[in-house]
Structures are given as structure tokens and as C-alpha cells.
């Protein structure tokens, strides 16, 4: 490792280490086990982060589930009350190795796996105090010289998956469920919307079922009844994420972000409404449930216009919107896409990640559980094959 070059030897890396290690008066063994012991991931002691909210939630067998927030991010992340057990010790001064022996002497199993994938989705949405810097990349990303390409995945991305955000959302949302808004969500106001929407269903299907009136044509023209279908399913978009956020702002939570995204050059409205999940079950039923609901209420307006009107344009115009209302109000509601209805039957059941999970099992539990006969099956796998199943 060394040289001579002018006379001058040139000491190597490993000698220059063991000369410092000789001056320092310490043994070369015990350095080797000092570096083993750091090197020792067992011993990471993690420490939350000071921006961390908590929420409590209890599900209706009386399980605790817990939810976190990252005050400065808005990221969310659900626990269940193992993995809760594990994230109220990182305070810093419990090493992971502390963490598996306390979790082994309070549930009689070592969490290894469970750990590992708590510790990689507590540090990818900042929960965790030590955040990882790529430095290199941030460094060559800097020094990087733009180029036509670049100038062009920039369009690319803008008109494919391109976004505009309203600011103070938030904001402007609370003024608005406090200046009226609030009115919708009380007894008679929802009472009163319910007999709007079941009149505008039996007029919608009279009109439709008599031959009076037909989705894509006003006044005899289907190039009119088309654009009118279209600007209408453009304001039940607008409508729909409008009844998400008022709900938000009715259980007191945060709508954090408002705009539009561009999908393939088309604008498409979008509420983030991701604050609701530190509030109860009920609550986020709620709010996913407000969207596809406002849009029927419009729907139902409209159809209760067709029979008052006396013109028979628009007639026309206020038969396509009480029909693509309704239509919006139906898709959003089945729950084997990933729309509302999804959403409402994910918090019913109280299961996150459905989808995922009962994909997953039917792809590799389902068949060990064949085998081993139904009898044994338990609520959540029973729920896997059902809506699985019926998903594809």
C-alpha cells in the first residue's frame, strides 16, 4: 500500500489507520468492534418526528386503529395497534433491538418483519427524525444542463399529468360551509334533499320511459344534446368535489389542496380531502359518500325543471343533466372501482387497502384455504374471495 516516489514514502490508507490507532493507544481489535458495533443496525435507536399528529379511532369490534400525520408534508399513515406499540417507543433512546425484545415480552412474537416494513414506511412519509439526503443526486440534478428533451417532458408531463392548485383552499372553503354550506348537512336540509332526489329518479325514468325525452339529444339534435351532455358532466365534476370539501369542513378537518389536473389534455377538478382520515369512521363515510350525493340533488333539480318548464329547449338541457347526474351518482357508487363507493365500503368494512389485500390473498392464500376447508376461513378472508371475486 505504499510507495516511494522522490525519495518520499507515501503511506497507505490502512497504514495510516494503524499509526493513529497506535498514537490513540488503542488496541486494533477493539477499533474493528467498535466499527462492528456502529455498523449494527440493531442498535439505530429511531426517534419520531416533532411534526407527528395522532389520532385514535376504535372500530366497531372495539379494535384500536391509529392514524398519523405529518404536519409539515400532509402525509398519512394508518397503524394498527401492534405496529402503534412499536412507533410510541421510538422516542430515541430505544434501539431497534429494545423495540423487538419489548414487543416479544408484551405479544410472545419478535416483530422482525413487521419492524422492517414499519421503519421503511415511517421514514418514506417523514416520521421518522433521521431523513436519508441524496446528495449526489441532488448535486447532479443541480449542476445538470437543461436540454431539449428536458424542455419537452416538461410539456409532456404539464399536458399529461399537469397540475393547478388553488391556494388558501382551505380557506375559501370554510367561508363557504360557514356562509351557507352548513345548512345542507342539518336533519330537515338532508330530509329535504332525499324527497328531491327519489322525485327527480321517478320523473327522469316517466320522461325517459314515455319517449318525451332521451340522453343525447335536445330539442331533436344529437350534435346540441351532446355538448350539453358534456358541459354538464364537466359542472357535476366541479359539483361532486365541492360536496367532498363542505363535508371536510363539517367534521372540522383541513381541505388541504384544490385545482385542477390535466389527464391526457382534459381538466379534471380535484379536492384533497386525505385530512379526513384523523377523523372517526363515520366521518370519512361521510365525505366520500357527499360527492356522488350533491350530484344527485343536482340531478334531482334538474328533472323537477323538466316538468316545470314549459320550453322545450330547456327541457332538453335540464333532461341531460338530471341524467348524467344521476349516472355520475351511480358509477361513483359501485364499490368495485376505485371511486367513492370504494372508498365507503373500505371504511364500512373497515379493512384499508381492500382491493390490495384481497387481490394478494386470492393470488396466494385462497387455495391453501381451499385446502384446508371454508370452515376455518375468518371474516377478513371470507371478504377477500367475495369482493375479489366480484371485482373481476
Given at each position: ?16 489507520l494503524?499509526?493513529?490507532v ?5 488496541a ?10 456502529r ?15 395522532v ?9 384500536a ?14 397503524l ?12 430515541g ?14 405479544h ?28 449526489f ?5 443541480r ?9 419537452m417532458?416538461?410539456?409532456s ?16 372553503f ?16 338532508v330530509?329535504?334533499?332525499a324527497?328531491?332526489v327519489v322525485?327527480?329518479?321517478f320523473l ?6 314515455t319517449?318525451?325525452h ?6 331533436g ?51 384533497d380531502?386525505s ?18 350525493w ?27 343533466n ?16 376505485e371511486?367513492?363507493?370504494?372508498y ?49
Amino acid at each position: 500500500m505504499s510507495h516511494e516516489e522522490d525519495g518520499t514514502e507515501t503511506t497507505g490508507l490502512w497504514r495510516t489507520l494503524d499509526v493513529a490507532v497506535s498514537r490513540q493507544a488503542i488496541a486494533t481489535t477493539d477499533m474493528w468492534a467498535v466499527v462492528r458495533d456502529r455498523l449494527d443496525t440493531s442498535k439505530r435507536k429511531p426517534r419520531q418526528s416533532p411534526h407527528s399528529e395522532v389520532a385514535h379511532h376504535v372500530t366497531s369490534r372495539g379494535d384500536a386503529q391509529y392514524v398519523l400525520r405529518n404536519t409539515q408534508t400532509d402525509d398519512y399513515l394508518m397503524l394498527e395497534a401492534h405496529d402503534f406499540f412499536l412507533w410510541e417507543r421510538m422516542d430515541g433512546n430505544h434501539s431497534l433491538r429494545d423495540l423487538a425484545v419489548a414487543y416479544f415480552a408484551e405479544h410472545g412474537a419478535f416483530p422482525f418483519d413487521r419492524l422492517s416494513f414499519l421503519i421503511d414506511q415511517l421514514k418514506e412519509k417523514g416520521f421518522l427524525a433521521e431523513r436519508p439526503v441524496q446528495i449526489f443526486a441532488a448535486v447532479g440534478e443541480r449542476f445538470r444542463l437543461p436540454s431539449r428533451l428536458d424542455w419537452m417532458a416538461r410539456w409532456s408531463t404539464l399536458l399529461f399529468r399537469g397540475e393547478f392548485v388553488l391556494r388558501n383552499a382551505d380557506r375559501w372553503f370554510a367561508s363557504l360551509y360557514r356562509w351557507g354550506g352548513r345548512i345542507g348537512f342539518t336533519v330537515p336540509a338532508v330530509v329535504v334533499q332525499a324527497l328531491v332526489v327519489v322525485a327527480g329518479i321517478f320523473l327522469v325514468s316517466w320522461q325517459w320511459g314515455t319517449g318525451r325525452h332521451a340522453p343525447g339529444q335536445v330539442a331533436g339534435s344529437d350534435g346540441v344534446g351532446l355538448l350539453v351532455l358534456v358541459a354538464f358532466l364537466a359542472l357535476g365534476m366541479v359539483v361532486h368535489e365541492l360536496g367532498h370539501a363542505l363535508a371536510v369542513k363539517h367534521h372540522g378537518r383541513e381541505v388541504r389542496r384544490c385545482g385542477a389536473l390535466l389527464h391526457y389534455g382534459r381538466p379534471t377538478p380535484f379536492v384533497d380531502t386525505s385530512d379526513i382520515w384523523m377523523a372517526p369512521r363515520r366521518a370519512r363515510i361521510t365525505v366520500s359518500f357527499a360527492g356522488p350525493w350533491v350530484t344527485a340533488v343536482l340531478g334531482g333539480i334538474s328533472a323537477i325543471l323538466v316538468a316545470l318548464s314549459s320550453n322545450p329547449v330547456l327541457k332538453g338541457v335540464f333532461f341531460q343533466n338530471a341524467f348524467v347526474s344521476y349516472l355520475s351518482f351511480l358509477i361513483n357508487l359501485i364499490p368495485f372501482l376505485e371511486l367513492d363507493g370504494y372508498y365507503i365500503l373500505m371504511d364500512w368494512l373497515e379493512i384499508p387497502s381492500l382491493r390490495i389485500k384481497a387481490m394478494g390473498y386470492i393470488k396466494q392464500g385462497m387455495w391453501k384455504q381451499v385446502l384446508r376447508g371454508w370452515s376455518g376461513a375468518g371474516r377478513e378472508e371470507r371478504i377477500y374471495v367475495l369482493f375479489g371475486i366480484a371485482s373481476a
